[in-house]
C-alpha cells in the first residue's frame, strides 16, 4: 500500500519503520527543515555542544521491549536526570528528597522522622484533594509548596495552582531518602550522539521517502490508501471548532566558557524570576569534552496560533472541545491520528514508541484480514 504519514518525530518514524519493513511504501511529510520532531538535537555552531534544540529530554522507560528498540538503533550511554532548584535564595535537591526536607528546615532528620515531621507540615484536613493546590498542601504543607511549586507552577502553566487538577502532582513524589534520581525507571540513557542520529537510523529504509519543509496538504490524502496523522488535531480540522489550549515554551540562548551551572537542569521556584529553568546542555553528554558552554533560558506562556504547541493544557473547557474534535476524528475515513498532536497529550518518548509500535500492529492485523481500506484503525485518542 501507499502510506502518507504526516510529521517525521518518533511518531512518524517509528510507524513509517515498522509499515516499510512489512512492503508498504511510505512516504512522511514534515513542515520543519529537520527530522525528529520535539527530540531533535543538533550540534550548537558556536561551541560544538549537542542541543536539546525544543528542550531537555531524557529517555527512560519500563518497557523491555521500547529499550531494545531505540538500542537497536543507536548506542545509549548511561544517565541519570538530577535536577536542582533555585528557590528563595537557596539551591536544593529535586524532587523533594530526604536532602531536600533536612537543608530546607535545617534538620538532620532520618526517614521515618522525616515522614512523621512532614505529617506536622501537611494539612490533613484535605481528605479528597481536588486542585494541584490541595494536593501540594496535603502532602507537603503550605512552606515546601511554597518554596517548591507554587511559583514555578505558575509560571509553567500560566494559571493558579487552584485551577489544576490534582492528578499533576500525583507524578511528583516526596521521597524520604536521599535518591535525587527523577526517574524510577529500570532503563535511563542518552543517546551518545543525541536524538537526530536515532531517529534518523529509524528512517533509514529504501521503503522511505521523506520530504522535509512540506506541510501535509489534505488534497493529497486521496493519493494514498491510508494517513497517519501526527499534526495538531484541531489544525487538521482548520481549527473550525476553536483552538485546543497548549503552553508553549521559548528558550533564550545564552553561551560562556567552562561550567555555568553545574548540573543539566536548574529550576528557578520563584515567582519573580520570570523564567522557570536553565538548561546548560553540555551536561547530558557528559562523556564529551568542550571548553564553551550553552544554556537555555525557558520562558512558559500561553500559545498563539503561529506558537509551537508543546504542553497540551486539558482543563475542563479544552476536555469538551477535545471530546468534539475526537468525535471529527473518529468519522474521517482513512486517517489514523497519532502522537502526542495527533491525540493531544503529553507523551514521554517511550510512550509514544509503545504507541506507534502498536499502531503499526493494528493498522497490519487490519489490512491482513480485510480488503477494504481500513476507516479507521484504533488510535490511541
Ligand atoms: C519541553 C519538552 C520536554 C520533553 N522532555 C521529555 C523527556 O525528558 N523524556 C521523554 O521521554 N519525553 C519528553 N518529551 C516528550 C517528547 O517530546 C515526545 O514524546 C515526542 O516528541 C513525541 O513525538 P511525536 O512524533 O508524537 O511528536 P512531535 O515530536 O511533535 O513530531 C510531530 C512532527 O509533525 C510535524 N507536523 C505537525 N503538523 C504538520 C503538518 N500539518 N504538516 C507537516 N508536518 C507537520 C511537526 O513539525 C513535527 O516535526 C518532552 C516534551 C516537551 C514538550
Known amino acids: 500500500m501507499d502510506l502518507l504519514l504526516v510529521g517525521a518525530g518518533l511518531s512518524g518514524a517509528v510507524i513509517g519503520r515498522n509499515l516499510a519493513e512489512q512492503g508498504h511504501r511510505i512516504t512522511i511529510v514534515d513542515g520543519r527543515s529537520h527530522i525528529g520532531g520535539n527530540c531533535h538535537t543538533e550540534r550548537d555552531a558556536e561551541t560544538g555542544v549537542m542541543v536539546h534544540v525544543y528542550g531537555p529530554h531524557i529517555f527512560h522507560t519500563d518497557d523491555e521491549e521500547v529499550w531494545n528498540y531505540v538500542n537497536a538503533f543507536t548506542r545509549f550511554l548511561p544517565y541519570k ?10 539551591v536544593y535537591s529535586l524532587p523533594i ?40 498542601l496535603r502532602f507537603v504543607g503550605p512552606d515546601l509548596y511554597e518554596a517548591f511549586f507554587k511559583g514555578y507552577t505558575e509560571k509553567q502553566w500560566g494559571c493558579s495552582p487552584t485551577e489544576l487538577p490534582a492528578a499533576i502532582l500525583k507524578r511528583l513524589p516526596v521521597r524520604f ?17 543525541g536524538y ?9 529504509h529504501p521503503g522511505i521517502t521523506v520530504h522535509l519543509e512540506t506541510m501535509f496538504d489534505p488534497d493529497t490524502a486521496a493519493d494514498y490508501d491510508h494517513v497517519f496523522y501526527s499534526g495538531p488535531l484541531d489544525g487538521y480540522f482548520d481549527y473550525r471548532l476553536g483552538r485546543l489550549g497548549y503552553r ?59 506558537d509551537i504547541p508543546y504542553y497540551p493544557i486539558r482543563l475542563v473547557e479544552e476536555k469538551a472541545l477535545l471530546n468534539d474534535y475526537v468525535a471529527l476524528a473518529k468519522a474521517t475515513p482513512g486517517v489514523t491520528f497519532v502522537g502526542r498532536l495527533g491525540t493531544y497529550r503529553y507523551l ?14 493494528a493498522f497490519l492485523a487490519h489490512a491482513a484480514e480485510s480488503s477494504a481500506m481500513p476507516a479507521f484503525v484504533k488510535s490511541p485518542l
Open 177 to 193: 531518602n536521599y535518591d535525587d534520581n527523577y526517574f524510577f525507571h529500570r532503563f535511563q540513557g542518552m543517546p551518545e550522539e
Open 196 to 204: 537526530t542520529p536515532m531517529i534518523e537510523s529509524i528512517l533509514d
Open 81 to 90: 536526570n538530577r535536577v536542582k532548584t533555585t528557590s528563595q535564595g537557596a
Open 248 to 306: 508553549t515554551l521559548d528558550f533564550e540562548r545564552f553561551s560562556d566558557t567552562g561550567d555555568y551551572q553545574g548540573c543539566a537542569v536548574m529550576n528557578y521556584g520563584d515567582r519573580d524570576t520570570p523564567y522557570t529553568r536553565i538548561t546548560e546542555h553540555k551536561h547530558f553528554s557528559p562523556w564529551e569534552s568542550h571548553e564553551g558552554t550553552v544554556c537555555y533560558r525557558e520562558y512558559a506562556r500561553e500559545c498563539g496560533a503561529d
Open 97 to 136: 528528597n530526604l536532602h531536600t526536607i533536612n537543608q530546607f528546615y535545617g534538620k538532620t532528620l532520618r526517614p521515618d522522622e522525616a515522614r512523621a515531621f512532614l505529617e506536622t507540615q501537611a494539612d490533613t484536613s484535605i481528605t479528597d484533594p481536588q486542585s494541584f493546590e490541595e494536593q501540594a
Open 348 to 361: 514521554d518518548m517511550d510512550v509514544t514508541i509503545r504507541e506507534a509500535l502498536d499502531t503499526a500492529q
